[in-house]
């Protein structure tokens, strides 16, 4: 520290800038500043340049994942890339760019369907930083989420984090939230700074990371939620007109690759496709032979249900038999196979292969402590292959609605060997009511160690009360065990596990902990184990918390707890309290809440709002409340807007109100709207807005018609509509499901014969369903 403060010494580190300013009590993020103006003009500093990765000009833009799109003609076989064109989302990660070069650290995800052009976009963006002296560092060895965690706490100011694929990282099972923690860490650390983490993320895994659980419920990403809160930004399928006009712009400038790209692509806008070869993917697989296709098939199912991208060649080729006709069966020769495979490994337009054979990394112990090292999954037997991620997409989108044959579980019962793989087909198979092929699976789990395997044990040694052999390190068995030991009054030896579970970050045992403080009157730990859970992401223990407060007369308490609830994302806390203040003296506190939850971005708020204000009396408030969160997009507030208008004879304005919540995917209204079909009769109609609706997502219409037409006593009209619930992975708790099919369903759909689960019985004794 002396030698900092010493004239004409060299420009001291930003981490000991940053110890200065604290014990100076001086801004640090002004000496951060003065710190960098000081090092640019005396010359790099060592310790900008430290960490892990290497200077941005020294990097090829396909090493980075940049999809290829072509050879220059006569380049020699030298990679080129095409023209870029920017496009809004451009504009916008340019903005985070240039505030990072400002100094700020700065995080964007890039989110979009595959081949849309999100990894180009981040290439692109960070150009600018290369003369300035930035540096890139693309983790991936031994793994992507090995070598992130590893060397996360090593990354030095001036640093591009290139997190492509960012799934491998933010949702691996066991380093995932880690990741996430490091990442947050990095960029709240100024002394760190700056640093630019660029990612990209499918859609789905957007969505799943950053879903809320159930109430009660797991939440396995937490962390990773609170890091993408706000810092996603969405890229476009395809060009708009502007774009296009751009592109055709850059085409006529000399740019080939771009000019042939547009001669399919001007249509449909899908340019960024065309060229890293997604439409000659498409049509390949739309082309090939019946055994190809097969494999295509069984592919895309394996990666939709949850199995891992390396695919071995033996699990395909097992599971392809069923999805042949019996005369393209017939026809097979005994090398079909081997030519299916050689055929679909041909390469098309972009370097990609519809089903190529891949090379996966020999399994490393990870460099970190880790409470499953020494579980490491075994490695597939055999040759390997990786589906094109254009035809997976296209998979998830096409086939999610249909459930594998038989020989597709039968050969993911005999073939497969990763644990994970074995446990999310095991998931599959219940969500579709195929009990007999889970329960087999799930066996399978067992014999591989898989966690899930694990937990089913610790369940299993709970019902027997062997909680001695349920004792081990894994998370979820300390928790479950200290879920026992509390009902067992042994609270004080609950307390120690449940402190344990959560040091790994388990927020089930931090709310259970939180209301056991509670309970014994120590608010203010409470409190804080509340929050904690609410730092990773999980709001739970501050809404139950507020319940509790609420339920012993401490509205203030209660309504301060909700507010830190609102803070971290979670408004529903205000709702619940808001709807409970319904004596008339309490409106206007039910009002100020309900505000306070649109303060927070909770535009549902205003609707709920607009409710209570009618409720008062306060018709013109309401509407108004109402016209407000109608332009907000807010389906029901549409919906409650068109009865108005029906009630007042205005027919044509009810019925535009009405498709504007179509419009705006309104699955309640297909919901409404099918019942109501249902309820004229028009039972074709009916199924049409339920099967739309279900394609949104929402089976709930499905159920209710079922509902309907089993009371009416049409069994077979109520079987298809679950059917079609159940093959889309959707059959929840329903007790429809059990009614119907008590015993689960085959893999075609058909009821299941009955059958006990044989749990003591070794697997080679294990008779497939369907098998003699």
């Known amino acids: 520290m002396y030698e900092a ?16 300013a604290r014990v100076l009590k001086l801004p640090v993020e002004e000496l951060l500043e003065l710190r960098r103006r000081a090092a640019a003009l005396t010359g790099p500093d060592a310790g900008d340049v430290s960490g892990p990765g290497r200077p941005l000009g020294d990097w090829d833009p396909h090493d980075l994942e940049v999809h290829p799109a072509g050879h220059a003609v006569g380049g020699g076989g030298v990679r080129v890339l095409p023209g870029y064109v920017l496009r809004e989302h451009d504009e916008l990660l340019a903005r985070v760019v240039r505030k990072a070069t400002l100094g700020h650290s700065q995080m964007a995800v890039l989110v979009g369907t595959s081949s849309t052009g999100k990894t180009r976009a981040c290439w692109q963006a960070v150009q600018p930083l290369a003369g300035l002296g930035w540096r890139l560092w693309h983790p991936f060895d031994p793994t992507r989420a090995d070598a992130a965690l590893a060397d996360l706490k090593q990354v030095g100011p001036k640093t591009v984090v290139w997190l492509n694929e960012a799934q491998h990282y933010l949702g691996d099972r066991t380093a995932g939230e880690r990741i996430a923690a490091a990442v947050h860490h990095l960029l709240v650390s100024p ?12 859609p789905e895994y957007a969505h799943q990371y950053t879903a809320l659980p159930a109430p009660g419920g797991e939440d396995p990403h937490s962390r990773v939620r609170e890091l993408l809160s706000g810092r996603t930004l969405t890229v476009p399928d395809a060009f708009d007109a502007d774009a296009l006009a751009a592109a055709a712009a850059v085409a006529e400038g000399g740019d080939r690759l771009l000019a042939d790209a547009l001669t399919r692509a001007r249509t449909d806008g ?14 390949r697989y739309q082309h090939a032979s019946p055994a190809a296709t097969a494999l295509l098939e069984a592919a895309m199912d394996a990666r939709c249900l949850g199995v891992g991208p390396h695919l071995p060649q033996a699990f395909l080729t097992d599971a392809a038999i069923d999805y042949l006709t019996n005369t393209d069966y017939d026809q097979l020769t005994y090398d079909w196979a081997e030519q299916a495979f050689a055929e679909l490994a041909q390469l098309v337009h972009g370097k990609q292969a519809p089903l190529r054979r891949a090379t996966p990394r020999a399994p490393r112990r990870p460099s970190i402590p880790s409470i499953l090292a020494d579980t490491l999954a075994p490695s597939p037997a055999g040759p390997v292959f990786r589906l094109a991620d254009y035809l997976e997409q296209h998979g998830r989108t096409t086939r999610r609605r249909l459930c594998p044959p038989a020989s597709f579980w039968s050969a993911a019962h005999t073939r497969l060997t990763h644990p994970d793989d074995l446990s999310n087909l095991t998931q599959a198979a219940m969500n579709r009511h195929r009990l007999q092929w889970a329960h087999l699976l799930r066996s399978r789990v067992v014999e591989h160690g898989g966690t899930d395997g694990l ?29 026992m030991l509390e009902e067992a009054e042994d609270r004080k030896s609950a307390e120690r596990l449940l402190r344990q579970a959560a040091e790994y970050g388990n927020t089930d045992a931090l709310y259970r902990l939180a209301r056991m403080r509670e309970e014994a009157g120590d608010r203010q730990d409470a409190e804080a184990l ?34 830190k609830a609102a803070e971290y994302g979670n ?11 319904k004596d008339p003296g309490d409106r206007e506190r039910a009002f100020r809440l309900l505000r306070q939850s649109i303060d927070h971005s909770d535009t549902d708020a205003l609707y709920r709002l607009a409710v209570a204000r009618e409720e008062a009396g306060d018709q013109e408030g309401a509407f108004r409340l109402l016209q407000q969160a109608a332009d907000h997009g807010d389906t029901e507030a549409l919906y409650a807007l068109a009865g108005i208008r029906k009630g007042s004879g205005d027919q044509e304005g009810a019925k535009r109100l009405l498709q504007q919540a179509a419009d705006h995917s309104s699955t309640g209204t297909l919901y409404r709207l099918a019942v109501l079909r249902e309820d004229v009769g028009d039972c074709e109609g009916a199924e049409t807005l339920a099967l739309k609706a279900a394609d949104q997502d929402d089976v709930s219409a499905l159920y209710r018609l079922a509902g309907m037409r089993e009371e009416a006593g049409d069994r077979k009209g109520a079987e298809s509509l679950v059917l079609n619930a159940a093959d889309r992975g959707r059959t929840d708790t329903r007790d429809i499901v059990k009614r119907l099919w008590l015993y689960g369903l085959d893999a075609d759909g058909t009821p299941t014969s009955p059958w006990q689960p044989s749990a003591s019985a070794p697997l080679d004794r294990h008779l497939p369903p369907g098998t003699a």
Do not use: F, I
Request: no cysteine; hydrophobic share 45%; glycine share 10%.
């Open 270 to 283: 899908r340019v960024t496709q065309d060229l890293a070869g997604a439409p000659e993917l498409l049509n």
């Open 571 to 581: 408004t529903d806390t205000l709702h619940r309290l808001a709807r409970m203040r």
């Open 530 to 563: 509340a929050l904690k859970a609410a730092e990773y992401g999980n709001t739970d223990a501050l809404h139950r918390l507020a319940g509790m407060r609420e339920k012993a007369g401490d509205q203030e308490g209660a309504e301060a707890l909700a507010l």
């Open 5 to 20: 403060l010493r004239s004409g010494a060299r420009v001291p580190s930003a981490q000991t800038v940053a110890a200065l």
């Open 455 to 483: 937990d089913r044990l610790a369940v299993m040694r709970e019902q027997t009360g062997d909680w001695g052999g349920a004792d081990y390190v894994h998370t979820y068995g300390l928790y479950r065990l200290a879920v």
């Open 191 to 202: 002394e760190r700074g700056p640093v630019l983490v660029l990612g990209t993320l499918w």
